[in-house]
C-alpha cells in the first residue's frame, strides 16, 4: 500500500501564498504539488514549455481544493488554461487521471493515454460499472467481513464525481517516443502498479517520468483488480528489473519529490517485496489464514476505520497470496465459502 507518512496537506489561505507552496520552478520544467485528501498529500504535475504552450503531465484528482491550486498556480505563472496545449497521462489512476476532463474542457487540449489504461477508467467509471459488486464479491471470497466490503463499496462510489467528467482520448503505447520540452522520449510499459502504465524516458539527460512505479519514500501499490487476472506482483517486480536497464540521472515520480537513485530506490523497492513474501510464507507456516486475516496481521486491524487504505492493503495482500500461490510456496483451500492459505512443504 502508499505507507507513506501520514498527515494532511494543509493549504494557505491566500491564494498567492497557495502557488508558492504548491509550484516549484526546476529551470526548464515545473512541478505542482496538487493536492489530494488522502495520507499521500499531493500527487505530481509536470509542465514543460513547448513552441506553444505546455504540455501537462497527470493533471491531479478532480476536488474543489485541486482547481483552487490549479487556478492559483496558473495566475502565479502567468498563463491561462489554453496555454496547456497537451495533457499526458503515465496511468489511469484517479489521483493522475481524474483532473483530464475538467482541464480538457477548459483549455481544449487532447488528452494522451495507453489503450490499456483507458480501457480501465472505462471499466470503473464509463457508467453501468459491477467493478464495485465484483471486489466486494473478491474480499468476501477471501475473508473480509460484508460491513467492511460495504464500507469499500461506498468509498469507491464517492471517486465518480472525482474523475469527471471523463476525457475525450487519444491513444499512445509503449514502444514509440514522444516530444515532450523539445526532447524525445521513450514510451515504456511499466504494468503492475497499474496495467497500462507508461513510463517516459529521455535518453540524453537520463530523465525518466516514472510514474507511481518508482516512488521514493513510498512502496507503490500492487494490486489483484477483479476482471484483469494474471499475477500483477509478477509483472510489478518484472518491469522493476526492466527498469533498472535505463541509466536514469533525475527520476520524475507521480509522488514526493524528483530524485536522484532510481536504480538503488528499484532495489530497496525488490527488497521490501522479498522481505514481505517470506514474512508471509513463515506466518502461513504456523498456521493457515485468509487474506483477510494476513491483512490485519501486515497493516494493522486500524484500517478497518479507513476503507480507501484498508482497500490498498487487501488487494495488496492478495497479490502477494497469488505469486506465492503461483510459485508453490503457499497452497489454497476453500472453507466454507473462504479462502484458507497454508505453507507448502517443499
Ligand atoms: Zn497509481
Ligand atoms: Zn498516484
Redesign the pocket.
Known sequence: MMSGEQGEFSLSARTDEVAVDSVIWHGEWVQVKVPLPFSLKWVNSYLFPEEEGYTLIDPGLRTDEAIRVWDAVLHKLGLQWTDITRILLT?Q?P??YGLAGYVQQKSGAPVFISRLSHAYAVRLWGGSSDFSEQLQALYGKHGMPSELREAIGENLETFVAMVSPQPKVTYIEAGSSIAIGGMDWLLIDAPG??NG?LCFYEQERGWMLC??QVLPHIT??VSVVPGEGGDPLEAFLTSLEELKAYEVKLAFP?HRDPFTDFTGRITELQQHHERRLERMVAMLAEEPRTAFGMCEVLFGSRLRENPHNLRFAMSETIAHLVYLERRGRIASAVVDGVHQYAATLL
Open positions: 496511468h489512476h489521483d493522475h502498479h497499474a502504465q510514474g507511481d507503490p501499490n507521480g
